[in-house]
Each structure stands twice: as structure tokens, then as C-alpha cells.
């Protein structure tokens, strides 16, 4: 009993933590693009714009819910209520500062990959059920971009693996103690954050909802409530992501002299701004380009930085006698 | 120690979900019961504290089932997708093998001699390693290269050999 109240009020806490940021996360985004592209942004709701997403999400949930006649009722249902389940579930290991971390299990990033890998699920069938040809290539869009860039992501991660020797995130953090694995693993960074960028499918690989060539891919038929699951599970897919890379790359909540949670959140708002930024740079990349990028290159620089880090724990090993 | 009162529903949920796989008649429906069958297996696996094969069943298995999907969507002739998973008339033989096998499987349960008490296993994931690539490391890389030959075969068939 007592640890089903615990349960619940973790969950609480993780729902509040990402709605609140999501919330804001969705008027930087904008504001963002905007001072990128050197145009206002929102600006009329509330000073400087900061009540547009609060109206924008009143506005949707007045919305009619309408469900296509032609559509897998169910399913269709299903996958907008079921979507923000792995994209909650990954909280629960992420160490949010200092002794912080739901549940630290000692499998704690392999469960992290192992749930997140659920999520293309959800947004197939999303995509399937609506008996939209537009929603249906997204959705085997989403499912051929996400399966194959998950390959080279679970690969650089290995060498973070190899070096703190866990899957424990507090061990990972610990082992980041006197040098961040960033400095360390600076190619396993990138590739973890090419990669990751494909999982969200955010620009430049936006390719599963490409306006110009289909619509809003997997939820071109949602409206209203349903459209906001998605597109919230979106975001907190990336503030997980930005975490994830915050406590494997950049030190985790370790850092002088401010409290632990806030160098936490300093450094993940960091990271969320680097995939604003690749997202509001670069053009989309072609399907073709995408699926070739992934395996003549990703894959077999990541191969080489597994081997390379094996190396190197060699020789400092046999250094040290 | 596993509770009784949490396995068997569980147990009961895996079967009536596994016995949805085989009766939907939309062969995507079946291939999302599928999940829910890996997920329930999963939770089993949780409960006997084997965290690394729940996770991977999740990973390998559930994650994937979304490639079935595909697949299922590419390869399905039929117009009518409520019709693409159609059964035939074999249900009396089929029945048979099931029970062979149930037995076979009851059988191998009742006489095994490894119980659930005695293994204490703190480190699973280490213990499967130190297996993988100690003791089993040749078996390991044969079952690796089987797969291997299987896939690349299996493109050669659906592609042909160019000459």
C-alpha cells in the first residue's frame, strides 16, 4: 500500500514537472524560431506572448473531437490515450538531482532505451487507423526512420557503458565525477545526437510529417484533445532525450556552487535548445538521404567508436599497471 | 517471492491475450494483441526478478512488433483488411499438436529440478554476459552467424541474384 501511494504521488510529481515545462517549452520553441528567422513570435497574449500556449490549448480542447468514419474506431483511440504512457514511463529512472531519481535500478538505462523503443508503436497506429493514405506512410515513415536510427543511438551509447561500466544512472553520473563523458566520447555526442533527433522525428528529419508532402503524417485526422496528446507526447519525449544526454554526456546534476536540480534542468535546457536550434537551421533531409546517412555512415562510425573506446580502456589500463 | 494473487491474473490476461492473437480476423488487431501478450510475459519476468529478459522482451520483441506491422500492411493482398487474417479448416489436428505440446511443456515443468527458491542471482544481466561470452561463447557465435547467413538468404530470395 504504501509503496502504491509513493507510485502515485512520483507520478504526480513527473506529470506536473512536464506539463509545466512543456507548456513554456512550446512558447520558446516559437519565440525561438522567430528571433532565428528575426521576426516578433507570439507577442499579443499576455506580456511578451507568454499566455499564447494557454490560450492555443483552451482553444483545442473547445474543439470537436471527430473520429473518421472509415477509421479503426479503436485503435484510433487507443493510440492518442496510450501515447504519452512510454513517453512518462522513462522518468521514472532519470536522476533529477541529488539522490533525486525515482527508481534507481541497475538496469537503468537499458530500461530507458527498452521503453522509449515502444513509442513508434503508438504513432503507427495511430497512423494505421485512420484509414488515411497521408497518416499511413507516415506512419511507416516514423517506424523506418525510428527502428533504424535506434541502432546507431544504442551503439554510442555503449561506449559510456564501457567506460563507467553501469547502466546504473547515479553510477553513470558518479563516473563523471572528474571529466564529463562529453570530452571523452565527443564522436559517441554527436552520433547520440544525430540519432535522437531522428527518434523525435524533429527537423531536419520531420520527413514523417512533412507538410508539403503529407499533410501532418500519422495525425493528419485528429482534432482537438487527441491531437494535443501527441503533440505534447512529442515534447515530453524531448525533454527525456535532453535529459538522458544531460546525465550520460554533460555530468548530470553535478556542478558548483547552485543546487543540483537546477544545474540538472540548466544543462537539459541546454540541450533542448541545441535541437531547437539543428531544427530551425537545417532543411529537411530526403528519404532516401536519410536511410544512407543511417547506414553507410552512422552505423559504422558508431562500430568504429565502440572498437576505438575498447582500445583505449586497454592502454590506460596497462598504463596504470 | 511471487504473490499467487498477482500471478495468476496476469497468467490468466497472457492467455486471453494470446488467444485474441490467433481470432482477430484484422491481422494488424493480432499483431497489437501481440504486444500486450510480450508485455504480460514481461511483467512475469519482472516478477521473478529477471529485469534484463523483461526488458529485453520489451525492447526486441514489443518494440519490434511495429515492424510487423508494416510488414503486415506491405504483404497483405486482400482489399478488405477485416478479412486478412483468415483461418482454415485444420482445427482438430491443430488441437492435437497443442496439447502435444502443452503436455511436452507441463512434462519438462514438473521434472526440472531448478526452482525458483534456490537461484539467487543478484546481477542478472553480468550472469547472462559471463554466459554468453564464457562458457557458451562458440554456440553464441554460431546461433550470430546463422542469423546472419538466414537474413542475407533471405534477401537473395525476395531480390534474386543479379548476374
Known amino acids: 500500500m504504501e509503496n502504491i501511494s509513493k507510485g502515485l504521488v512520483y507520478f504526480l510529481y513527473v506529470v506536473a514537472f512536464v506539463l509545466l515545462n512543456i507548456m513554456y517549452l512550446i512558447y520558446l520553441e516559437r519565440k525561438f524560431s522567430a528571433f532565428l528567422q528575426q521576426r516578433p513570435g507570439p507577442n499579443r497574449v499576455g506580456p511578451r506572448g507568454l499566455m499564447q500556449t494557454l490560450v492555443d490549448v483552451v482553444k483545442l480542447f473547445s474543439k470537436e473531437d471527430i473520429i473518421p468514419e472509415k477509421a479503426d474506431r479503436w485503435v484510433f483511440r487507443l493510440a492518442s490515450l496510450l501515447v504519452m504512457v512510454p513517453a512518462l514511463l522513462v522518468y521514472v529512472v532519470l536522476p533529477f538531482g541529488k539522490n533525486m531519481v525515482i527508481a534507481d535500478l541497475n538496469l537503468g538505462l537499458f530500461y530507458f532505451l527498452a521503453v522509449a523503443s515502444l513509442s513508434s508503436v503508438f504513432v503507427l497506429m495511430a497512423g494505421w487507423g485512420s484509414r488515411n493514405k497521408f497518416s499511413l506512410l507516415g506512419g511507416m515513415r516514423v517506424v523506418a526512420q525510428v527502428i533504424s536510427y535506434e541502432i546507431p543511438m544504442i551503439f554510442s551509447l555503449l561506449g559510456i557503458v564501457m567506460l563507467s561500466g553501469s547502466l546504473k544512472m547515479t553510477e553513470i553520473v558518479s563516473a563523471q565525477s572528474k571529466v564529463w563523458f562529453v570530452f571523452l566520447q565527443p564522436v559517441a555526442f554527436v552520433i547520440y545526437f544525430i540519432a535522437a533527433t531522428a527518434e523525435l522525428n524533429r527537423g531536419p528529419f520531420d520527413l514523417p510529417e512533412g507538410e508539403q508532402e503529407i499533410i501532418a503524417g500519422p495525425f493528419t485526422e485528429y482534432s482537438g484533445i487527441r491531437y494535443i496528446m501527441f503533440y505534447m507526447a512529442e515534447y515530453t519525449h524531448m525533454i527525456a532525450v535532453s535529459a538522458l544526454a544531460t546525465t550520460l554526456f554533460l555530468g548530470g546534476p553535478s556542478g558548483p556552487v547552485l543546487p543540483s536540480w537546477l544545474w540538472f534542468i540548466l544543462k537539459t535546457y541546454f540541450m533542448i535548445l541545441l535541437f531547437m536550434l539543428v531544427r530551425w537551421t537545417f532543411p529537411r533531409i530526403r528519404l532516401d538521404h536519410m536511410m544512407n546517412f543511417n547506414w553507410k555512415y552512422l552505423i559504422p562510425i558508431s562500430l568504429a567508436n565502440i572498437l576505438l573506446t575498447g582500445i583505449g580502456i586497454q592502454i590506460f589500463q596497462l598504463m596504470k599497471g | ?163
Open chain 2, 1 to 163: 517471492m511471487i504473490s499467487p494473487y498477482v500471478f495468476w491474473p496476469i497468467a490468466v490476461l497472457i492467455v486471453v491475450f494470446a488467444i485474441g492473437v490467433v481470432h482477430f480476423k484484422n491481422i494488424v488487431h493480432s499483431a497489437l494483441m501481440l504486444i500486450l501478450t510480450f508485455v504480460g510475459v514481461a511483467v512475469v519476468f519482472i516478477l521473478l526478478e529477471a529485469e534484463f529478459l523483461a526488458f529485453v522482451q520489451i525492447l526486441v520483441y514489443a518494440g519490434a512488433i511495429s515492424i510487423l506491422i508494416v510488414f503486415a500492411v506491405m504483404l497483405t493482398r486482400r482489399i478488405d483488411m477485416n478479412e486478412s487474417n483468415p483461418f482454415n479448416k485444420l482445427r482438430w489436428i491443430s488441437l492435437i499438436f497443442c496439447l502435444g505440446f502443452f503436455g511436452l511443456i507441463v512434462r519438462i515443468v514438473l521434472t526440472s529440478r531448478i526452482s525458483y527458491e534456490k537461484l539467487a542471482v543478484q546481477d542478472t544481466m553480468g550472469a547472462i554476459a559471463d554466459g554468453l561470452f564464457g562458457n557458451y561463447m562458440i554456440p553464441f557465435e554460431v546461433a550470430a552467424i546463422l542469423l546472419l547467413i538466414a537474413i542475407a538468404g533471405a534477401i537473395i530470395l525476395t531480390k534474386g541474384v543479379k548476374d
